[in-house]
């Protein structure tokens, strides 16, 4: 081998071992970039498990929260539905009372317009089953009233007329009146805990 042949074969060799050199230092960078991108890509899955962790509790909550709303509202509007289902029983049994004690409870409601006078008016089904004594047990409790010939749109119960004063004694009327404390009552009796 001639001298340039030793300086070519001294520049290959040289040129061999610079191109390993920068060949181990590209996968060295390489290796590194890749294990700096698997903490990274880990990381970020972490993190986004984390976020999608906490998103799916808060949707649990909500769709529980929304869920306990609509049993509670499905739970009201069925107490509702009773209790209006007892108030019609109600008004239906006072209405169909046997007419001694239909016209007791008129004559205690009568007594708490004690000292009252006026006129009376009933609907047409108790007018035409007044009793003979009706005007006298009124007087009795305390109230002077005459009966009207015309009929009331009431379903059971009376009206006194006292000038342009009106009583509203109708039985629907007083249950009306007093919804909350026969809602209060109904609660009590049919859905107790």
């Known amino acids: 081998m001639n001298g340039g042949d030793k300086i070519l074969s001294r520049i290959k060799s040289d040129c061999d071992e610079n191109i390993r050199a920068i060949e181990k230092e590209a996968a060295d960078t390489c290796s590194q970039i890749l294990e700096e991108g698997r903490v990274q890509a880990d990381k970020a899955a972490l993190e986004i498990a ?56 008129i004559y205690r409601l009568a007594s708490k317009l004690s000292g009252r006078q006026g006129e009376i008016l009933l609907n047409a089904k108790d007018i035409s089953r007044l009793p003979s004594d009706f005007g006298q047990k009124l007087e009795q409790n305390g109230l002077s009233a005459n009966v009207s010939k015309t009929p009331a749109e009431i379903s059971g119960g009376f009206i006194l007329k006292c000038g342009d004063i009106e009583e509203n004694m109708d039985f629907a009327a007083i249950i009306a009146d007093k919804r909350d404390e026969t809602e209060d009552l109904i609660n009590r009796e049919l859905f107790a805990e």
């Open 50 to 105: 984390q976020k999608a962790e906490v998103k799916v509790s808060q949707i649990n909550a909500s769709s529980k929260s929304r869920a306990e709303l609509e049993i509670r509202n499905a739970l009201l509007k069925r107490r509702r539905r009773e209790i209006d289902i007892t108030v019609d029983a109600i008004l239906d049994y006072l209405i169909n009372l046997d007419d001694n004690e239909y016209f007791n409870i």
